[in-house]
């Protein structure tokens, strides 16, 4: 409970934002939803045939994973809300379409009859006849498509759109049950909320929801077209994966830039989901700069064989590949390294003096290990471990990677995979062993940065290397355990580092 409210003291602005992101996506979409779909119904309450089919394929098109249609969407209009919007707007016609429809066909046909007889025009019998009857069952389907919506706007994080499954994915990542309460009680009130609202609108008068639908389909149609408008084409957009590193860096980014051109307009994106996604937003023109590690680049981007342990080589060699693939940027890296570590307990390590991997021969079968399955499968982990360390651990568990900090901090486990600049590590005085085999890769990390954005921005270049060669791993678990744990903002974090070690005036 005091971590919920720490969080709420010091985070009340971000969560408003987050709050407010995930509130235009889910209207815009149910205004677009109920463009298209009431409409439709409208048009086919004549031709049952048609319209049963559109209820077919409206039915088929919910059945999509919202991951796989994602998924579909991206390499067709990239990440972002666009994405986002268009998932929801497939998954909120349905429900819209089917209430309009059963509305428009369970009228009395002697009520049509009867309007025919007094002769109303067809346009006049639809706007005094049909629509009012029908009404309360398309109130309805908008009821069901909102709640929908919302619910599953919270993957809109996943593609960098924002909103409050920023702080779900959060909490299950960093096994913050904070940040989980945050996201889904606040996206369960919004959707409370809407609910009631609609059904409110739903009691008013037909002249009053037609305007009420007019205004707001005004004001949203206006702010996306202002906003377009007046889009900044000269703004660096940075932007982060999940996670306390990730956005301490993009805010020393913006920092360093700012400071040697106060009139530059920087836009962070924190929280924009993973590598895949930031590389396509990257090559699509959707981002500027966002910082990537060496080890990523080789295993994942460029998909390099053979590249070796040295740092120095594998950097070059992954600047290389990735301005010849894709004409990007890698810019200098810092010194910090986030790589794959083994992890053991301080008492585990204090009793058998441990302090490398190949210390671990000596008390393997006293080992207890805890691992993310992925480190416990592929070949640059436990396998790799086993083989070029000749170990043999006297038990292996694989967990999730969010709780086996936990278990080790517990006792259940003494040995656990991590990446070496943890906030854990600091928090439950842990002990990460040296890699005295060079077994991991290099993980270093540095502002993967589009050519067109150095060529617009003279000095972009110049103020990211500041921070080439910065940056302990040391420095680097300190700053993650402020955010992660003593819930500091990031930017704080940030600025403070910058002006510690003089890379920023006061």
């Given at each position: 409970m005091n971590?919920?409210?720490n969080i709420l003291q010091t985070q009340h602005q971000d969560i408003l934002n987050s709050l407010v992101q995930h509130l235009n996506i889910s209207l815009i979409s149910l205004l677009i939803a109920a463009v298209i779909a009431i409409p439709s119904a409208i048009l086919l309450r004549r031709y049952t045939k048609v319209a049963e089919v559109v209820l077919q394929i409206t039915s088929i098109m919910q059945t999509i994973p919202s991951l796989a249609l994602l998924g579909i969407l991206i390499p067709l209009v990239g990440i972002g809300t666009v994405p986002a919007v268009i998932a929801l707007v497939v998954y909120a016609v349905m429900p819209i379409f089917q209430n309009t429809y059963t509305g428009f066909t369970s009228i009395d046909p002697s009520l049509e009859e009867a309007a025919s007889a007094f002769g109303l025009s067809k346009f006049h019998k639809l706007t005094r006849i049909e629509l009012p009857l029908a009404m309360p069952l398309i109130v309805s389907g908008l009821r069901i498509a909102m709640v929908m919506i919302i619910g599953t706007a919270t993957l809109a994080a996943l593609i960098g759109a924002g909103g409050l499954g920023t702080y779900i994915l959060l909490g299950i990542e960093t096994n913050n049950n904070a940040l989980l309460i945050i996201g889904a009680v606040l996206s369960a009130a919004l959707a409370l909320v809407f609910s009631a609202l609609i059904r409110f609108i739903?009691?008013?008068?037909?002249?009053k929801i037609m305007a009420v639908f007019l205004t707001l389909i005004v004001l949203f149609g206006g702010w996306g077209i202002y906003?377009?408008?007046n889009k900044t084409p000269s703004t660096i957009t940075i932007a982060g994966k999940m996670g306390s590193e990730p956005e301490i860096l993009i805010n020393m980014y913006k920092d360093l830039i700012q400071q040697d051109n106060p009139k530059q307009k920087v836009e962070l994106k924190p929280n924009f989901g993973t590598t895949n996604f930031l590389?396509?937003?990257l090559k699509a023109g959707q981002i500027d700069v966002y910082p990537e590690f060496t080890g990523t680049v080789m295993e994942t981007l460029v998909k390099a064989n053979n590249y070796g342990k040295n740092p120095t080589k594998i950097y070059r060699q992954g600047k290389q590949m990735l301005?010849?693939?894709?004409?990007?940027d890698y810019l200098s890296p810092m010194e910090y390294q986030n790589g794959y570590a083994l992890v053991v307990s301080k008492s585990f390590a204090d009793k058998y003096n441990l302090k490398t991997i190949s210390d671990l021969q000596n008390v393997e079968d006293q080992v207890k290990a805890g691992f993310d399955i992925d480190f416990y499968n592929q070949k640059d982990g436990y396998p790799g471990i086993k083989k070029t360390y000749n170990l043999k651990f006297g038990s292996t568990n694989t967990m999730q990677p969010s709780i086996r900090y936990k278990a080790i901090a517990s006792g259940k486990v003494n040995t656990v995979d991590g990446y070496t600049t943890d906030p854990q590590i600091q928090k439950y005085h842990l002990v990460v062993l040296q890699d005295d085999k060079h077994f991991f890769p290099p993980y270093q990390g540095a502002p993967l940065?589009?050519?067109k954005a150095i060529d617009e921005h003279p000095g972009l270049k110049k103020s990211l290397d500041k921070l080439s060669g910065?940056?302990?791993?040391?420095d680097m678990q300190k700053m993650n355990y402020q955010v992660t744990f003593q819930h500091k903002k990031a930017k704080t974090v940030a600025h403070d580092y910058l002006v510690k070690h003089n890379l920023l005036d006061k």
């Open positions: 971590n919920l409210v739903g009691k008013l008068s037909f002249k906003s377009t408008v590389y396509k937003a301005k010849k693939q894709d004409n990007l940065v589009r050519s910065k940056i302990t791993t040391e």
